[in-house]
């Protein structure tokens, strides 16, 4: 890897985050939520309570890693995490983050994902690989050596950069590169880098594609190394979804899903019936592919992956009545207060788009707890109201809800455990 990449992250670690500041807050995001981890890696039948080993591949400033840690330890679960980075700095940033929580399950190593096997002895259930992939000279021999390193049954949570919705990051990457000249003295220093970026973005006009884009705002929020990883960075590489598809499936693994789901679906966008009927025998990955396209917003594309071939088992489904639907604890105020809404407005990187709910969608929600199985459910149902005591009438009701909240990303299926 590049000595500019070590450079930049030893100046300026990314995302910028402050240790003190994990009293108050839990950074949360996808990937690696525990919840989507089950749900579409082990189809919501993994018991936390016994061991689970998992790599921060990349791990930066620790997001990842805190979080995961963090959610393990809240199961009780006596896990191991190995976090992973090239960066001194970053790492020790992510340290001071674990040990302001009390968390003493992750173990810290300085290096390259790409000597893993150097590294690290053993095998991992899941792997985290945020971020880091599109800054490879060789992503898929990245992608290759994680793949490697799964233990049966396990998977990945992966992100890369999307190509249409980083429209405007490149253009303005060639203009700096272009400013700078490699031998320029003007550019030589992180400083110097971050001087030049900073006077093209006041001189940059209305109609320039980085100022039209809403869904880009690293170099406005993100401080000198959101600016800085953002336009300077000197390996940088985005993904549309067909080129996503190929370096996975390159490396011997499949997409599960990609997050948000809904995003990814083109009737999240398109009402024409002709158009859609037009686009009803695609492949999932195809439609996929046709949705960014249309949305033009997806700067990154999240998704979790595992060996070919597993993909259809992997994830949790609805057919099991005694599956019990989980809700993502930071929507629980909101999903179960929908009352006679018709509809949820949602804004996500510049697009405001209105999705209608499935019919009784506030009463199913708000019987969902975490600790009712679908089963239940339907008896709470029953027992309110006579009409729903045909559970050939209640289960397509309650799949449509499910399939819309679980494509919002907030609704999941766990498998009941034997106490």
Not at 60 to 69: E, F, H, K, Q, R
Not at 211 to 226: F, K
Not at 390 to 405: A, E, N, R
Request: aromatic share 8%; glycine share 8%; proline share 6%.
């Amino acid at each position: 890897m590049s000595g500019l990449i070590v450079e930049q992250y030893q100046a300026l670690p990314y995302p910028a985050r402050n240790p003190a500041d994990e009293v108050n807050r839990l950074v949360e995001g996808s990937p690696s939520r525990l919840l989507e981890i089950n749900h579409y890696i082990f189809s919501g039948a993994r018991d936390f309570r016994g061991t689970f080993r998992a790599l921060i591949a990349g791990g930066g400033t620790g997001d990842a890693a805190i979080m995961l840690a963090q959610h393990l330890r809240d199961r009780h679960c006596p896990a191991e995490l190995v976090y992973l980075d090239l960066s001194t700095t970053s790492r020790s940033i992510a340290e001071s983050r674990a040990a302001r929580r009390g968390l003493n399950n992750i173990n810290f190593i300085t290096g390259s994902l790409l000597d893993l096997p150097d590294l690290v002895t053993g095998g991992f259930d899941y792997i985290d690989c945020c971020g880091v992939l599109h800054h490879l000279d060789d992503p898929a021999a990245g992608l290759r050596t994680l793949a490697a390193a799964l233990l049966p049954g396990g998977g990945m949570g992966v992100m890369v950069y999307g190509t249409y919705g980083r429209t405007g990051v490149y253009h303005a990457q060639a203009m700096l590169r272009l400013l700078a000249g490699q031998d320029n003295d003007r550019a030589k220093t992180v400083p110097a880098r971050l001087d030049l970026a900073r006077r093209l973005l006041q001189q940059l006009p209305s109609t320039n594609w980085l100022r039209r884009n809403p869904a880009i705002a690293d170099h406005v929020h993100g401080g000198d190394a959101g600016l800085y990883d953002l336009l300077l960075h000197s390996t940088d590489r985005a993904y549309d979804v067909p080129g996503f598809v190929e370096l996975v499936t390159g490396c011997g693994l499949e997409i599960a899903t990609f997050i948000d789901p809904w995003r990814y679906d083109p009737a999240s966008y398109i009402k024409d019936p002709v158009l859609l009927s037009q686009l009803a025998d695609l492949t999932p990955m195809e439609r996929a592919g046709f949705a960014e396209l249309l949305a033009g917003n997806l700067k990154c594309h999240v998704a979790y992956l595992v060996p070919q071939g597993m993909a259809a088992a992997s994830v949790a489904r609805p057919t099991c009545s005694t599956a019990i639907p989980v809700l993502r604890p930071d929507a629980l105020s909101w999903a179960n207060r929908i009352g006679a809404r018709e509809s949820l407005t949602l804004t996500i990187d510049g697009l405001k788009t209105s999705i209608a709910l499935p019919p009784f969608s506030a009463p199913i929600m708000a019987l969902i707890d975490g600790q009712r199985s679908i089963a239940a459910i339907h008896q709470e149902m029953a027992r309110a109201s006579e009409e729903w005591s045909d559970w050939i009438k209640f289960k397509p009701v309650f799949d449509k809800v499910y399939t819309m909240f679980n494509s919002l990303n907030v609704l999941f299926l766990e498998q009941p455990r034997n106490t």
